[in-house]
T-cell receptor
């Protein structure tokens, strides 16, 4: 009964490099959500995807950030030219449908040096 | 006004007491309500969902929903030190594609 999987769990990048975060949803789930959490702060919605479609990216910065959920394989959150302010925990969640409970993965802790 | 507001906390209760966590939301069209628990350094864990007015009980947890007052709460009976965590209220509406989270209430249960 595998839950939501994310990798890597920890990622260190230098300023200007690219970060790729992966998320595999729970079996039977086709809805994926990405959230960012800064230390001592709440969860901030970034993007909501279904297979091959971005449904809502209103929470994602317009530049440097992109997300995809291809027909085959995990969802990817990509951050280009990372800056120190991108350091945060990035959580992926999945659900069976839009109004169903979301289940979270363990998160990826991104540190930008 | 924030879309989902929670007690700023921190909330401290003695072991065995009832912990009461409150949440208000601004969108009257909200339909689905969730409580998550998040331990420090860990990911949020779903503990309760509630969709209709009234109470919903699951073990030591009771969620209460009042849509007219736009209010949802979580009661934890017989609180244990292991309940010490941040509790996140989350609200979903048909108008939004995303779940809106409150900032969380940090609960400490003292032995």
């Amino acid at each position: 009964n595998a839950g939501v999987m994310q990798n890597p769990r920890h990622l260190v990048r230098r300023r200007g490099q690219e970060a790729r975060l992966r998320c595999s949803p729970m079996k039977g789930h086709s809805h994926v959500y990405w959230y960012r959490q800064l230390p001592e702060e709440g969860l901030k919605f970034m993007v909501y995807l279904q297979k091959e479609n971005i449904i809502d990216e209103s929470g994602m910065p317009k530049e440097r950030f992109s997300a995809e959920f291809p027909k085959e394989g995990p969802s990817i959150l990509r951050i280009q030219q990372v800056v120190r302010g991108d350091s945060a925990a990035y959580f992926c969640a999945s659900s069976r449908g839009r109004d169903n409970e979301q289940f979270f993965g363990p998160g990826t802790r991104l540190t930008v040096l | 006004q924030k879309e989902v507001e929670q007690n700023s906390g921190p909330l401290s209760v003695p072991e065995g007491a009832i912990a009461s966590l409150n949440c208000t939301y601004s969108d009257r069209g909200s339909q689905s309500f969730f409580w998550y628990r998040q331990y420090s350094g860990k990911s949020p864990e779903l503990i309760m969902s509630i969709y209709s007015n009234g109470d919903k009980e699951d073990g030591r947890f009771t969620a209460q929903l009042n849509k007219a007052s736009q209010y949802v709460s979580l009661l934890i009976r017989d609180s244990q030190p292991s309940d010490s965590a941040t509790y996140l209220c989350a609200v979903n509406t048909y108008n939004n594609n995303d779940m809106r989270f409150g900032a969380g209430t940090r609960l400490t249960v003292k032995p």
